[in-house]
Nanobody, 129 residues
Framework: QLQLVESGGGLVQPGGSLRLSCVVS????????IGWFRQAPGKEREGVSC????????NYADSVKGRFIISRDNAKNTVYLQMNSLKPEDTAVYYC??????????????????????WGQGTQVTVSS
């Protein structure tokens, strides 16, 4: 059974950092592109970042460029989202998602939720003083 489980969320002050993890099971991570999304109360789920199956290609939403870093360790079946310089507007539930793809470069649509077939349950990130 294919599963994605997010962890690492919590409460952090503005300007602080968090690292989210997405651990996958039931499939080989090597053949999947992974995306991170977030959903704030009353808002649509939006794409944050995505990474190719090899880790050699990434994409970021403009709102997080220069602050967030996506990475992966296929040997550990884990994808990470390092979040730095956090702002109150980053407060949301963060989700990871997977789609089978071994393309060398991520596709532009990898920041759209409809691109993905599998989803985790999410982890809450709250940025507040």
């Amino acid at each position: 059974q294919l599963q994605l489980v997010e962890s690492g969320g919590g409460l952090v002050q503005p300007g602080g950092s968090l690292r989210l993890s997405c651990v996958v099971s039931g499939f080989t991570l090597d053949y999947y592109v992974i995306g991170w999304f977030r959903q704030a109360p009353g808002k649509e789920r939006e794409g944050v970042s995505c990474i190719s199956s090899s880790g050699g290609s990434t994409n970021y939403a403009d709102s997080v460029k220069g602050r967030f870093i996506i990475s992966r360790d296929n040997a550990k079946n884990t994808v990470y989202l390092q979040m730095n310089s956090l702002k109150p507007e980053d407060t949301a539930v963060y989700y990871c998602a997977a789609r089978s793809s071994t393309r060398a470069r991520v596709q532009p649509m990898c920041v759209f939720r409809t691109y993905y077939d599998y989803w985790g349950q999410g982890t809450q990130v709250t940025v507040s003083s």
